[in-house]
Nanobody
Framework: QVQLVESGGGSVQAGGSLRLSCVTS????????LGWFRQAPGKEREWVAT????????EYADSVKGRFGISQDNAKNTVSLQMNSLKPEDTAMYYC????????????????YGQGTQVTVSS
């Protein structure tokens, strides 16, 4: 099992920035990728970004590309999400997730999720 604990959420005005962090623990050797998801009230969970632990390759949803940056600190077992130029539509509960690719060169398939941290962006 892998445990993930998020922090750093809060309230900010449109155009502002927030940095989310996620500390991982447990059987982290079983995962090859980390990511962030979000879910707004009444909406389905949406993938936001992925970082591959080996090599650091990153992937982003079109809705956040150019505004958000995902990074990792392997020494601290931490993955972060820097969110800039925030918009009201970014308001959601943000979840850290861990997974692995089951197929060579396949996508990250997530098995573990944290409890989430709330981000609220006001206009």
């Amino acid at each position: 099992q892998v445990q993930l604990v998020e922090s750093g959420g809060g309230s900010v005005q449109a155009g502002g920035s927030l940095r989310l962090s996620c500390v991982t623990s447990g059987a982290t050797y079983t995962i090859s990728c980390l990511g962030w998801f979000r879910q707004a009230p009444g909406k389905e969970r949406e993938w936001v970004a992925t970082i591959w632990i080996r090599g650091g390759r990153t992937e982003y949803a079109d809705s956040v590309k150019g505004r958000f940056g995902i990074s990792q600190d392997n020494a601290k077992n931490t993955v972060s999400l820097q969110m800039n130029s925030l918009k009201p539509e970014d308001t959601a509960m943000y979840y850290c997730a861990g997974g692995r690719n089951r197929l060579l060169s396949g996508p990250c398939e997530y098995d573990y999720y944290g409890q989430g941290t709330q981000v609220t962006v006001s206009s």
